[in-house]
Each structure stands twice: as C-alpha cells, then as structure tokens.
C-alpha cells in the first residue's frame, strides 16, 4: 500500500479495485476490520511469498504468449506490488512477454484484448480538452511514455494499439529502475491510422481516421507540451515509437523547453553504444579505431551514430575523422555527400565522395551493401531495417573474411523482423563473432561451445536514465548524460573479465545495473549544470530512496 499520508484512505471494494493499494489475501484480519473488507476476502491471510507462487502457477497454465501478456496485463491492473514482485522472482522469462517482443503481437491485438483502463488516450478531436484530460490524472507525475502509434517496434503504423507500448516502457521503469508505478502516465496521441486493416476492425477502439500530418500535427504536438508543462511542470517526458519524419525535429524542438528525450534514438543509442564499447574492450581494441556499417537509416541508425561519433570525438578524434568511421546505408544504398536526396539530420553523418574514390565498385549509381562491407572492411555491424534476413549470408561471410572478431548487432525487433538470427551470424563467421540483438535469443551451440547472446535492450539504458535524473532533480536530459550511461553499462560487461561471457549483463542483476547507471548519469547531470550539486554520497542516498521495491506496507 501506498502511504497513507499521500491519499484518501480507501475502504470496502474501492481498496480491493484498486491496484496500487491492493493486497488481497495479504491483508491481515486487523487490516480487514479497519478497512472494511471483512467477508470480501478468504478468510486465509497469506504473504506476498504465496501469492507470487500461486501467480506463476496461473501464469504457467497459460498456452501462448499472448495469453501470457494478457494475464500479466490483468494482475498488473488487481494488483502491482504483485505483479512487480512476480516480474523480479522471474524476470528474464517474464520481461520478453510485458515488453519485446510479444508486446508488438499484443499492439496488432490491443482492441480484441483491452480490458481496463491505463493512461489517458488524447485524441485529435479533443485536442482543445487537453488540460481538462491531464486534470482528470490524480496526483503527481514523475515520468510520462508517449507515443503517437505510427512506428511500433517494425510492425508501422498500430493507431490507438500503439497504448501497448507507453504501457510495457513504464513496466520496466519500475521492473529494472524502481520508478515508484503511482508516478508514471502512459499517454496515446491519437491522431488517427493509415492502417486499413485497424480501420475495417469493427472492434478498433481508436478515432477512426486517416493520419492527421502536417501542420496540423505540429500543432497538437505543441498543444500537447505546452499542457504538460502547466500540469506537470517537473515531469520526465519520453517520447516513443514516432515516425522518423516527426521524431527528429519533435526532440530537437523541445529538448531545451522541457527534461526529455527520445528513447529511440537516444536509448538505442546509448545500449548499443554501452555493447560495442563492451564488445571492442573485450577484444582489445579502441572504440576510434572502429570501422563501422550501419544498415538502416532510420532515427534508431542515425541516433546510434551520431552517439558513437560523439564518443569517438571525445577520444581526440576530430570531427571529420571520425565522420569518416561510419557508413549508413538507407533503401538506396550508403548515404554519402555525392547524394541529393539526404535530410540534414543524415547529411551528417554522410561519407565524403572523396573517401570512395578507391573502391571497387561502380560508384555511377547506388552503391550497394555488399560493395560496402567489401571495400570499407567494417569491424562492427550494426543493423537497424525492420526487415528479416537483411543481412544475407554472403555479406557476413565476406565481413569475418577480413575482420577476425567481428561485433555484430540485427536489432531489429520483434523476432520477426531480425536481420539475422544468432545462430545464422555464428555459422557463417565459423563462431568469430560477438553477437547482440535486439529481441532476446536463446545460447547457440557452436563447435562445442555455447554462445550467450546478449538482448540489445533498450530497458538497461532509459530505466536508469529516469532513476538518475529523477533522483538528481535534473532540470534537461543532454548527449553526455547518455554517454555516461553507454560507458556505466560497458563497465557492467561479463565480456570484459570472460571473453567467451555476454557482452551483456544477467537481466537478474538489472536493478544493480540501474543503480550503477543513475549514478554515471546523475553526477554527469551535474557536471552538466543541468542538476543541483551534490556529494557522491548525497547522490547515492537519494537513488536508493527513489527506488521503489515491492512489498506491502
């Protein structure tokens, strides 16, 4: 139960209805006389103990992964000490079914599934109401997830179904950060679907319409910000799951208004950054000495590349070398600066004609992935498609020909969508290469050694992220402060003491790892000058009160 002090005391039904003060069965019979319940419950008290056993028990009874989700979802709505407690007792089973990726299935499904209430839905044609909407939230905010539901995971455009991830993102604010679950807010942005198969689903809950783009869009995006500054002037707003066209300039118009940021691009990078930094440590080698492909010019790609050639700078590098580090491809081949068609963001990081001037290859047209990894010889590849099987055997086979511990990243999720499996990438590199993804994978067997294979997951990087800048009272979220959690994640690394170990560490260890995190990123905030000053200890004493463990009262 939450402090009383903080809320009305609830009686009767009303406290068994409500999540974040429910104990069930766990109530004493003091309790049950002193509010109410007597008669309402079992006569058996139980302990938070037994109740968790009996929930995977329910839980394991469940036939498929969906079914699983949606019973997680349901014990999270009864009971979210519970439910919480239940994810930490199993959370490398359960984390994959909350979040990625049965979280996309359960997006495609939302309106078949949705059974309560969670997070406020604004919709375009209540977009004058917006004040009226966030003053039906009762109490204070701490962190916000919200997304517009045009880009879930590579599954496009899911409308009102885009709920599923603002949802499953502040789980793991609590799972992995310890964000106290009364002071998180899902938010939908519904601004309509170009999805016609939402559109015909007579059970669709969302506002039935085409996509509302334009100028249109920028304004209720403003009108949104600017009603979540008047009623939450301190919170932590994290914007998910854009389309790359409206992420970009979304982040860069309100990043100095307001302390957000964007996990898909500032969240990918830095866990994918944190792995490679893990990955070329392991091997021995220097981050600035790396040659990297990117295969996907989304604002994941170009988010992890401009993290790491921020990084590479920092090493002494100038800002033109390392440019020529990177080469990131789109639909039509490397992005270099002989090309008309490349937005600002991209021009960036964009390989100078000069440098292709000796490659073999025709450079008249487009020039393809394969004539990139045979000529630029990369040591790290990085894919960021959306797209299954776009890493094609005779590429990874021609990387491990010149590279002899290549690191290579399919993060693509769900599943479905991945690059190439593990397996895949450890048969053709002869087991040479360092792999993570971005959905979780099974150990691969190979030539009689087991391969752990570390989730490329966002949930090591923004949980921590909230955890630090909360419990330093940060005022904005910079490039450094991500920085400094890419490297306090490196520094967590099995790899680093066991090479043959995950470039990751145990999901089991997540909130150690969180601590660790809020730590780098709330003295970095401080260096900053962007969060109040304060000792390490001082620092370390307020991430402990901030982190929010589940256990009754």
Same mark, same amino acid.
């Given at each position: 139960?939450?402090?009383?002090?903080?809320?009305?005391?609830?009686?009767?039904?009303?406290?068994?209805?409500?999540?974040?003060?429910?104990?069930?069965?766990?109530?004493?019979?003091?309790?049950?006389?002193?509010?109410?319940?007597?008669?309402?419950?079992?006569?058996?008290?139980?302990?938070?103990?037994?109740?968790?056993?009996?929930?995977?028990?329910?839980?394991?009874?469940?036939?498929?992964?969906?079914?699983?989700?949606?019973?997680?979802?349901?014990?999270?709505?009864?009971?979210?000490?519970?439910?919480?407690?239940?994810?930490?007792?199993?959370?490398?089973?359960?984390?994959?079914?909350?979040?990625?990726?049965?979280?996309?299935?359960?997006?495609?499904?939302?309106?078949? &599934?949705?059974?309560?209430?969670?997070?406020?839905?604004?919709?375009?044609?209540?977009?004058?109401?917006?004040?009226? &909407?966030?003053?039906?939230?009762?109490?204070?905010?701490?962190?916000?997830?919200?997304?517009?539901?045009?880009?879930?995971?590579?599954?496009?455009?899911?409308?009102?179904?885009?709920?599923?991830?603002?949802?499953?993102?502040?789980?793991?604010?609590?799972?992995?950060?310890?964000?106290?679950?009364?002071?998180?807010?899902?938010?939908?942005?519904?601004?309509?679907?170009?999805?016609? /198969?939402?559109?015909?689903? %007579?059970?669709? *809950?969302?506002?039935?319409?085409?996509?509302?783009?334009?100028?249109?869009?920028?304004?209720?995006?403003?009108?949104?910000?600017?009603?979540?500054?008047?009623?939450?002037?301190?919170?932590?707003?994290?914007? #998910?799951?854009?389309?790359?066209?409206?992420? /970009?300039? *979304?982040? #860069?118009?309100?990043?100095?208004?307001?302390?957000?940021?964007?996990?898909?691009?500032?969240?990918?990078?830095?866990?994918?950054?944190?792995?490679?930094?893990?990955?070329?440590?392991? @091997?021995?080698?220097?981050?600035?000495?790396?040659? *990297?492909?990117?295969?996907?010019?989304?604002?994941?790609?170009?988010?992890?590349?401009?993290?790491?050639?921020?990084?590479?700078?920092?090493?002494?590098?100038?800002?033109?070398?390392?440019?020529?580090?990177?080469?990131?491809?789109?639909?039509?081949?490397?992005?270099?600066?002989?090309?008309?068609?490349?937005?600002?963001?991209?021009?960036?990081?964009?390989?100078?004609?000069?440098?292709?001037?000796?490659?073999?290859?025709?450079?008249?047209?487009?020039?393809?992935?394969?004539?990139?990894?045979?000529?630029?010889?990369?040591?790290?590849?990085?894919?960021?498609?959306?797209?299954?099987?776009?890493?094609?055997?005779?590429?990874?086979?021609?990387?491990?020909?010149?590279?002899?511990?290549?690191? &290579?990243?399919?993060?693509?999720?769900?599943?479905?969508?991945? /690059?190439?499996?593990?397996?895949?990438?450890?048969?053709?590199?002869?087991?040479?290469?360092?792999?993570?993804?971005?959905?979780?994978?099974?150990?691969?067997?190979?030539?009689?050694?087991?391969?752990?294979?570390?989730?490329?997951?966002?949930?090591?990087?923004? %949980?921590?992220?909230?955890?630090? *800048?909360?419990?330093?009272?940060?005022?904005?979220?910079?490039?450094?402060?991500?920085?400094?959690?890419?490297?306090?994640?490196?520094?967590?690394?099995?790899?680093?003491?066991?090479?043959?170990?995950?470039?990751?560490?145990?999901?089991?260890?997540?909130?150690?790892?969180?601590?660790?995190?809020?730590?780098?990123?709330?003295?970095?905030?401080?260096?900053?000058? @962007?969060?109040?000053?304060?000792?390490?200890?001082?620092?370390?004493?307020?991430?402990?009160?901030?982190?929010?463990?589940?256990?009754?009262?």
């Amino acid at each position: 139960m939450t402090d009383e002090t903080d809320k009305p005391p609830l009686r009767g039904r009303a406290l068994v209805e409500s999540p974040l003060d429910n104990k069930g069965t766990a109530f004493t019979e003091q309790e049950r006389k002193n509010y109410g319940l007597l008669g309402l419950l079992p006569p058996h008290t139980e302990t938070l103990d037994e109740q968790a056993e009996r929930a995977y028990e329910a839980f394991c009874r469940k036939d498929s992964n969906i079914e699983k989700h949606i019973y997680l979802r349901q014990l999270q709505d009864e009971n979210e000490t519970l439910f919480y407690r239940l994810m930490l007792d199993h959370i490398r089973e359960m984390m994959p079914i909350v979040y990625t990726p049965v979280v996309g299935e359960a997006c495609e499904n939302f309106s078949h &599934i949705y059974r309560r209430p969670r997070g406020i839905f604004v919709s375009y044609p209540e977009r004058d109401s917006m004040d009226e &909407i966030l003053a039906n939230v009762s109490g204070d905010v701490d962190v916000i997830v919200v997304t517009d539901g045009e880009r879930i995971l590579g599954l496009g455009d899911q409308g009102a179904g885009g709920m599923g991830i603002p949802i499953g993102k502040l789980s793991l604010y609590t799972l992995c950060g310890g964000i106290h679950p009364a002071r998180t807010l899902p938010i939908l942005l519904d601004l309509g679907t170009n999805n016609q /198969e939402r559109l015909n689903d %007579p059970l669709y *809950i969302g506002w039935r319409h085409e996509r509302i783009k334009g100028p249109e869009y920028d304004a209720f995006i403003e009108q949104f910000v600017q009603a979540v500054m008047r009623r939450f002037p301190d919170v932590l707003l994290q914007w #998910e799951d854009f389309a790359s066209v409206d992420a /970009e300039p *979304i982040l #860069e118009r309100y990043r100095d208004q307001l302390c957000t940021f964007n996990d898909d691009i500032q969240g990918t990078a830095a866990v994918t950054a944190g792995t490679i930094l893990a990955g070329v440590t392991a @091997v021995g080698g220097e981050l600035q000495d790396q040659r *990297i492909v990117m295969l996907g010019a989304g604002s994941a790609g170009v988010g992890i590349c401009s993290q790491l050639k921020r990084m590479m700078q920092r090493t002494g590098l100038s800002e033109e070398a390392a440019q020529q580090r990177f080469y990131i491809l789109d639909r039509d081949g490397l992005l270099y600066d002989g090309r008309d068609d490349l937005t600002e963001y991209s021009r960036a990081l964009a390989q100078p004609a000069a440098n292709l001037s000796g490659w073999d290859c025709d450079l008249s047209g487009a020039i393809s992935f394969a004539d990139v990894v045979r000529n630029a010889k990369p040591t790290v590849l990085i894919g960021a498609t959306g797209h299954a099987g776009a890493f094609p055997e005779e590429v990874i086979r021609e990387m491990a020909r010149h590279t002899e511990q290549p690191i &290579i990243l399919p993060l693509s999720n769900p599943t479905s969508r991945v /690059e190439a499996t593990p397996e895949q990438i450890l048969q053709w590199t002869d087991g040479k290469a360092l792999v993570a993804t971005g959905s979780p994978f099974d150990p691969v067997e190979h030539a009689g050694r087991t391969h752990v294979i570390a989730q490329c997951n966002n949930s090591y990087i923004f %949980p921590a992220m909230g955890l630090g *800048i909360l419990a330093s009272g940060a005022k904005r979220v910079t490039d450094e402060m991500f920085a400094a959690a890419a490297t306090a994640l490196k520094d967590c690394s099995p790899a680093l003491t066991d090479p043959t170990a995950s470039l990751l560490p145990s999901l089991e260890n997540v909130r150690d790892v969180g601590r660790h995190i809020a730590l780098a990123v709330g003295a970095e905030a401080q260096r900053q000058g @962007v969060a109040e000053q304060t000792t390490p200890e001082e620092l370390q004493r307020r991430v402990e009160q901030t982190m929010w463990i589940p256990q009754y009262a």
